[in-house]
């Protein structure tokens, strides 16, 4: 899986660039784009190098990368909640994520990590755990784990088609440590 956060170009030095990524400045090579890039250009980014060109209404419309504003509104609850019990800095948060949220935690973490910067969370690991989808069968009153899917179209157990999903669509923050 490749991951790539979107990133606006604020200054060119021959075949490197100097990126802003939600307030962050970091500096990634330009030499794989295939046209020349302009200060104002919005690149896709992994592992530091600009890899593609993308228009400001993809990167505002958010299909990009989803996960980057749920990164930006977990910063917010934490940073908020951080001042409020009087603590400067964030060491750790723990999210519980179910399969079946459409969030990919692997791109989570990586906008995330692009997003703490100039906050208290800065030096913060994101903790992500996991959730399968889980149910309830009507037919036969058990409940089940479908441990490998996000999608459930039958009970695991009896094959019915009538069910109801209890679990896997969790999307919770569920710990931070601050000091």
């Known amino acids: 899986m490749c991951l790539a956060v979107p990133s606006k170009i604020v200054e060119i030095n021959n075949l490197m660039a100097t990126i802003d990524v939600f307030g962050a400045r970091r500096e990634v090579s330009v030499m794989l ?12 980014v992994h ?23 749920i990164a930006l509104s977990i910063l917010d609850i934490v940073t908020a909640k951080c001042g409020e019990e009087g603590c400067a800095t964030i060491d750790s948060i723990t999210v519980q994520i179910g399969k079946a949220a459409g969030i990919l935690p692997d791109s989570l973490v990586f906008a995330f990590d692009a997003a703490k910067e100039s906050t208290p969370a800065k030096n913060a690991t994101l903790i992500v755990q996991t959730i399968p989808v889980g149910g309830q069968c009507h037919a036969c009153k058990r409940d089940f784990e479908a441990n490998d899917d996000p999608y459930v179209f039958s009970c695991p157990l009896c094959g019915s088609p009538s069910f109801e999903i209890t679990k896997g669509r969790e999307m919770d923050i569920i710990e931070m440590e601050m000091s």
């Open 33 to 44: 784009l295939p046209d020349e890039p302009k200060v104002g250009d919005f690149v896709l």
């Open 47 to 69: 592992a530091g190098f600009a890899i593609q060109k993308i228009d400001k209404e993809t990167v505002d419309s958010g299909v990009v990368m989803h996960e980057a504003s």
